[in-house]
């Protein structure tokens, strides 16, 4: 089979440049340390949020399979890429999480607009680390709970399943921190 091209078709390089209108954009680059889909690509994670990946895939495990804490981290820590990722905050949101899970559950459900049980694991798992990390990661501000979140629920939940963690934890982080939420609110309105 030849690989060689008709000497009538036209490739990319071929083509002329297009002139653009005064005044008109260049064409869109991709932003760097994003995938197409708006993900944060693998390099571009700091270790708190491998951390929080992998706690994701450990809670959803503990969620659908009722395994063991010790089991599912014995299987989480030989993944590729644990290294990468700060294995304290990591044990802080697996045993934190699956110990509190009645205590986090209470703290969600009044927010819900339907069951617990319609809930996705994964959004349950996300739910579950933004409240954990509301209530004992004082050193994490509230909006960066909030967007790790919502880059979880994005690259591991469903198609829209970041909207309704958004909407949930925007809703819990006043009730969690109301005097961090108010004043970083109150701020961001005499700013601008």
């Given amino acids: 089979m030849s690989t060689a091209r008709p000497a009538d078709a036209v490739t990319a390089d071929d083509r002329p440049e297009v002139p653009r209108a005064p005044g008109s954009r260049p064409p869109r680059q991709s932003r760097t340390g994003l995938t197409s889909t708006g993900v944060r690509k693998a390099a571009s994670k700091s270790a708190r949020s491998r951390a929080r990946e992998f706690g994701l895939q450990a809670l959803y495990q503990h969620l659908i399979g009722r395994n063991a804490v010790a089991d599912i981290d014995a299987f989480t820590r030989d993944l590729a890429g644990f290294s990468k990722c700060d294995t304290a905050h990591y ?96 701020n961001t309105r005499t700013r601008g």
């Fill in 91 to 186: 044990d802080a949101l697996l045993t934190g999480c699956v110990e509190e899970s009645a205590q986090l559950d209470a703290l969600i459900l009044p927010l819900l607009d339907r069951k617990m049980e319609e809930i996705s694991p994964v959004e349950r798992a996300t739910l579950w680390i933004g409240a954990y990390e509301f209530r004992h990661c004082m050193d994490v501000p509230w909006r960066v709970v909030l967007n790790e979140c919502i880059e979880l629920a994005k690259e591991f939940g469903g198609t829209d399943g970041h909207k309704y963690v958004n909407a949930i934890l925007n809703r819990l982080a006043p009730l969690v921190r109301p005097d961090e939420v108010a004043g970083d609110r109150g």
